[in-house]
């Protein structure tokens, strides 16, 4: 169960202030966790940051204390030591990241320098995702003010630390969310994904030591360090400490970013807090972590949203974008948009992703346009498989586990397009009408062929 005492971490104080204004966030304690870790060894803060053991909350879940000791000491290397952030957000059905840097961006920036310090890093680059304008606007602007208060730069804080934070655009490409294709755009390179090992810790950014965090990870450390790894390890529940930003979307009556200790339950999210399912439908899917993710049925309601309970049911926690959808939808239709998405954000670099992706989007058209046989049903499950584990970075899963989940579960609406010879939803479903083209080139195709 969820920790009675709920505390918000991320997005504290962002009701009753301006925090994207340093005056503001000053009121509600900011940057005294920073003052307060300049004033300790780096292998204290470090220790805080490990018994705190946040997961990682870009998807992986890996306790980033622990992935920040993989990082040499200053002393251990001769090559400078780089903090990069993450904040190329584009995972579909995830927006908290784009919250945090719109609401609390100097949470942001007080993170990350309390995380350059930990790990002895004068440099920090945050990746902020190219369609972000506003939000990297607004980061900036925090930037600006915490470079004209001495926080940024040289001897922060009257310290005689200095650390530099470079704010970098992308430019559209889901592929350098993934960490090595991240710091090869860095680099002005082809983003796409690097062989390893070696790891970023210790051949990252221009081949040098790099710790490589999410913006909801980093946002969190301020929180951690003011009141202590011990207290934060006792919210959420075991395995799974602390809170999360949960985006929800999808047909349910109050959409939005809500940040809420490990353990809630799907049911709590999606109706006491998100209202339920809008027009009297009923739940029939949830995608709990974003749209790489295996999907859940309706009866799975009850499943905690922590990273064992939400394994156990089959899927992952991820990004935290939980989509509910309901029994309108056709999910030969959802999986077709997945497929499509992911085919169209492969980089190519590798034959299977490249290729696979390719034919999951063909064989999924074939069969939504009624054309499709028990061979191919067989042939896209064979397919997914051949992707999964065969590629540099988690693309080719992220297409293939989902789509793999759909058939398994919802098997049923396959083969029922494969025996009617036609969508069954007809124009009913909730995707139709705003179909991308590879969909419609599908119904197109079914239509031409019923006329004739």
Known sequence: MPSTEFEQIV????????????????????????????????????????????RGRGGAGFPSGRKASFVPKPEQTTKPIYLTINADESEPGTFKDREIMARVPHRLIEGALITAYTIGSNAVFIYIRGEYLTEYEIVKAALDEARDRGLVGANIAGSSWNCTIVLHRGAGAYICGEETALLESLEGKRGQPRSKPPFPAIAGLYAAPTLINNVETIATVPAVIARGGAWYATLGVENANGTRVFSLSGNVVNGGNYELPLGTSLREVIYDIGGGIPNGRTLKAIIPGGSSTPILRADQIDTALDYDSV???????????IIAIDDRACMVQVALRVASFYQHESCGKCTPCREGTRWLVSLITKIEAGQGSNADLDLLVDVCGRIMGRSLCPLGDAAAMPISSYVERFREEFQAHIDQGCCPYGDQSSLDGILGPVQQAARMHRQLAVIA
């Open 311 to 321: 394994a156990a049911g089959g899927s992952m926690l991820g990004s935290g974008g």
């Open 11 to 54: 997005l504290a104080g962002a009701d009753d202030h301006d925090l994207t204004k340093l005056s503001e966030y000053e009121k509600v304690g900011g940057y005294q966790s920073l003052r307060k870790a300049l004033g300790m060894e780096r292998q204290a803060v470090l220790d805080e940051l490990i018994t705190a053991s946040v």
